[in-house]
């Protein structure tokens, strides 16, 4: 298995500019996480999904961050208009049996 | 609301001796998961150890063991014969049981170790 297969691995923008971080999820998983790490306020969830219904996004900052599931094997968060405080780290984790496994993560510049 | 503290923010070690990291949680759930995660420089999450809170038995994965103290609320992560590959940011976490669908990973900060040759 390849595991959780993030794109794009970096992303610089501009302020204002819209962002869309991809995921695909390990086949057979019915749970995936997206989750914030940032130096100030280390790792955080920020929505998840089982089996593509989006159960908590409590952790979505404000109306400019949406996640989407349309089936099984993908997912995206979308940020628009970006803002350079939400220049972070972005992980997708895909989850089974009580275990998460993380993705490689998407390093998000927005200058 | 769960949340996990790590109290040691960086600890260091030398080639081939044993080191312990710290971990205490908050909960009121009776039945939940507590993991252990390693993030290299690569900034990869890698998953060491996982630890079912009904069951008594401690953990082991080779060269990881954990020790679950429930009624203290602690989960120290113990490696030994440690490696410089093992230099990484350690993450302890928390999931609540949910049945057969998967809940969210609360974490602790995180406790920086470097391995020292």
């Known amino acids: 298995d390849a595991g959780v297969i993030q794109s794009p691995r970096h992303e610089v923008t501009e302020m204002g500019q819209e962002v869309t971080l991809r995921c695909k999820p390990i086949?057979?998983?019915?749970?995936l996480f997206w989750y914030r790490q940032t130096m100030m306020r280390g790792l955080e969830l920020l929505i998840y999904?089982?089996?593509?219904?989006?159960?908590?996004d409590s952790g979505m900052p404000e109306d400019r961050f949406s996640a989407k599931m349309p089936n099984a094997s993908f997912s995206t968060l979308k940020i628009q208009p970006s803002e350079p405080r939400d220049s972070a780290v972005y992980f997708c984790?895909?989850?089974?049996?009580?275990?998460?496994?993380f993705g490689p993560g998407t390093r998000l510049t927005v200058l | 609301a769960q949340t996990v503290t790590q109290s040691q923010p960086e600890m260091s070690v030398q080639e081939a001796e044993t080191v312990t990291l710290s971990c205490t949680y908050d909960?009121?759930?009776?039945?939940?998961?507590l993991f252990w995660y390693k993030q290299p420089p690569s900034r990869q999450m890698i998953l060491v150890i996982r630890?079912?809170?009904?069951?008594?038995q401690n953990a082991t994965e080779n060269r990881f063991s954990v020790n679950f103290q429930k009624a203290a609320k602690s989960f120290s992560l113990k490696i030994s014969d440690s490696q410089l590959g093992d230099t990484a940011m350690y993450f302890c976490?928390?999931?609540?049981?949910?049945?057969?669908?998967?809940?969210?990973?609360?974490f602790g900060k995180g406790t920086l170790l470097t391995v020292n040759p």
């Open positions: 999904f089982n089996n593509n219904v989006p159960i908590d």
């Open positions: 984790a895909s989850g089974a049996d009580n275990e998460q496994f």
């Open positions: 086949s057979g998983h019915n749970s």
């Open positions: 909960t009121s759930e009776s039945n939940y998961y």
């Open positions: 630890q079912e809170a009904y069951k008594q």
């Open positions: 976490a928390f999931m609540k049981h949910s049945g057969g669908s998967n809940y969210k990973l609360t």
